[in-house]
């Protein structure tokens, strides 16, 4: 990539942040709109959770085959594709005719999604390649989210209270354009220096262990834990993972790196991120019931609610960038846990008549939380790795990301359906009590020295003993 001008470099960033927009503010506007799409659509809380699930799943599957698509082919063209595919879908979902139809048309949304995040995510990453300024752009890719936070449940709850829920996917269109044309005149074009080949069987079994883990949990209320069917996904899952570990070995250019979590810091960051967000994905669904059904607050003041929550986490965001850069991420990952653990607890005296001075309390110390906990996951999944795989190790981050929030909605939506809502509020103290163990274990300089090592092999080539599957 040429080198850019400072001015050019923070435009590239705030397109870059447009796509993270939509995207989360279609998370976020879609919460606030479940009830009134379940009258609407008369779908139970399994179908919900599909409606959220369908899109979070194939996102989760796709992400590293786009970001190395990108890497290989290029990322502008690939980001283009990804904002047109969603943009488009976005008009679709706003137009379905049935919740099964919704449910096709979020797939599709996802399709697109795949293509813009992680692809983004490796465009800042190349464009700012001094380790404190990206540190700091990344702090205000996470503060991107904070906004959707704290912006789609309030739009969200207007357009559903004095529009309909068809209107929450309209936002994605004047946004989805104006990055598209942007992105054709200022980002430039980048690669890797080297392709990675396509890794089909790979690609597959990814698909195979995320789809039958989630429709396990989600189907388990309703077909019984122990019936045949969810056996049988549970056990489909178990051995997809088992031979994902052993394909992926054996390639030279796999799907996804086994090498990276050779690197605690990485590793950690993966896991760290899979919990935040099965967090995250937890909270909305449950605080939306909640507020709703719970409380009989339209959608609008439901989305009221939540401002305090999304201000914090618009706030902090930034802040554990700059803390990131300045100090590295131990202590903005202790905070984050420290912070969603108390909000969890809290959270698990809920009733129909709590105060609202109580429900507030937890709604800041989940923002503070959340806020905190981005910026050293994504920092700390590309810092240390060589710049041409910065495309996949993203996407390693970003399908955590992912997976988390599937593996939220799941467990919280089936914990529900299992009349346990203090324990779906737990689950949210427990991740972020795993997100402070975590953020102790791999931050310090032991664990800084595994990454060290994970990196020089990285560099290295691949035995010659290793056979490359085609």
């Known amino acids: 990539m040429p080198e850019l001008s400072p001015r050019r470099r923070l435009l590239i960033l ?20 479940l009830p009134s799409l379940r009258r609407d659509l008369h779908a139970s809380v399994s179908g919900l959770q599909w409606t959220i699930d369908a899109y979070t799943l194939v996102l989760a599957s796709l992400l590293m085959l786009s970001g190395s698509t990108a890497d290989r082919i290029g ?10 595919l969603f943009t488009t879908a976005s008009v679709l979902c706003s137009i379905a005719p049935s919740l099964q139809w919704l449910i096709v048309f979020r797939m599709l949304q996802a399709i697109g999604g795949s293509m813009l995040n992680p692809v983004a995510m490796s465009i800042i990453t190349n464009t700012f390649t001094e380790p404190r300024e990206r540190a700091r752009a990344i702090g205000v890719w996470g503060g991107v989210v904070g906004i959707s ?20 996917f ?3 269109v004047p946004v989805g354009l104006a990055a598209l044309l942007l992105t054709a005149r200022y980002v430039p074009e980048s690669r890797a220096p080297k392709a990675r080949r396509v890794d089909p069987v790979g690609q597959l079994l990814v698909i195979v262990l995320l789809g039958s883990l ?29 031979g994902l570990i052993a394909y992926e070995r054996r390639r030279v250019e796999p799907l996804i790196e086994l090498r ?45 609610h939540l401002l305090p929550m999304a201000a914090m986490a618009l706030i902090f965001a930034p802040l554990s960038g700059r803390m990131v850069g300045n100090r590295g991420p131990r202590l903005p990952l202790v905070l984050a846990g420290v912070a969603t653990t108390a909000s969890g607890l809290l959270l698990t ?5 709590t105060s609202d001075l109580r429900l507030y309390a937890a709604y800041i110390l989940f923002g503070i939380g959340f806020g905190f906990v981005n910026a050293p996951i994504t920092n700390t999944a590309v810092s240390g790795m060589p710049r041409d795989q910065a495309g996949v190790a993203a996407a390693v981050a970003s399908t955590s990301r992912q997976v988390g929030q599937s593996l939220g909605v799941a467990i919280v939506g089936a914990l529900i359906a299992a009349s346990l809502n203090i324990v779906a509020w737990a689950v949210i103290a427990g991740c972020g009590a795993a997100v402070l163990l975590l953020g102790l274990l791999t931050t310090g300089r032991w664990a800084r020295g595994t990454a060290d090592r994970a990196a020089e092999r990285l560099r290295e080539p691949a035995p010659k003993s290793v056979v490359s599957v085609r």
Request: neutral net charge.
């Open 75 to 84: 990322r502008r063209r690939v980001f283009q594709t990804g904002l047109a």
């Open 14 to 33: 705030a397109i870059c942040c447009m796509s993270l927009l939509i995207v989360s503010l279609d998370n976020t506007i879609l919460n606030v709109a």
């Open 349 to 353: 005296t809920l009733n129909a008549h």
């Open 260 to 304: 990276f979590f050779r690197s605690a810091p990485f590793s950690g960051a993966t896991v760290i991120a899979v919990s935040a967000f099965a967090a995250l994905a937890g909270f909305l669904f449950l605080n939306t019931l909640y507020l709703q059904d719970t409380r009989g607050l339209s959608a609008f003041d439901a989305g009221l």
């Open 214 to 242: 989630t429709y396990g949990i989600i189907e388990a209320p309703n077909a019984g834990w122990t019936s045949a069917l969810i056996l049988s996904c549970i056990g489909v899952a178990a051995a997809a993972l088992v």
């Open 149 to 168: 936070m704290a912006a789609g449940p309030i739009i969200g709850g207007a357009l559903v209270e004095y529009a309909s829920w068809r209107a929450i």
């Open 170 to 172: 309209w936002i994605n």
